[in-house]
């Protein structure tokens, strides 16, 4: 997750203890956590064309707006990609990272629903990963769209859970290789 200037003190602040208390629960269920962030040149030339167009300058590579916002905790242990669009697949190294973590289900969790997170976990899904959408943990400043691509993906792309009904799955299957709902 990266600051965005669209994302409300009070949302925000929601939104990242949300996500805290998600990664505390994966960490001690010993699952790994693979935090991903959006990155661009200043001149832009790796940026999407709207932004090159409009010279939109917000995740700039050695600027804070780059950077996993301080008040979530990236651990040592963690691994850390950089995309360049929505997905967290595209024209990154997180196929082999999952292929080295063999984990059995993915939890996403961070901004923005309608396009980061629904790509992602589209990709995802046509991988053949049983994605979660931790509920709690995901937020858009487009609350319509992020409603609509909550709605469409639910049930069909992925399963929508609160961290009380990640947490409860996870102790259920410490120790097992199931998968979460």
Request: proline share 4%.
């Amino acid at each position: 997750m990266t600051s965005s200037p669209a994302c409300e003190p009070s949302a925000r602040s929601l939104l990242t203890h949300s996500i805290s208390e998600l990664v505390q629960i994966v960490r001690l269920s010993g699952c790994p956590v693979v935090w991903i962030r959006q990155e661009f040149e200043e001149d832009l030339r790796d940026a999407f064309s709207e932004m090159r167009a409009n010279e939109i300058r917000i995740t700039i590579k050695g600027t804070s707006g780059c950077e996993i916002v301080p008040e979530l905790s990236p651990s040592s242990v963690d691994t850390i990609i950089v995309k360049k669009r929505y997905s967290g697949f595209f024209g990154t190294s997180l196929d082999e990272t999952l292929g080295r973590l063999h984990p059995d289900t993915l939890i996403l969790a961070g901004i923005n629903t309608h396009a980061c997170i629904r790509t992602t976990a589209i990709d995802a899904y046509q991988r053949d990963w049983p994605v979660v959408l931790a509920a709690d943990c995901i937020d858009s400043y487009d609350k319509l769209h992020h409603e609509i691509s909550l709605k469409y993906m639910s049930g069909r792309i992925a399963t929508v859970l609160t961290n009380a009904e990640i947490r409860a799955e996870l102790i259920a299957t410490q120790g097992s290789h199931r998968k979460l709902r």
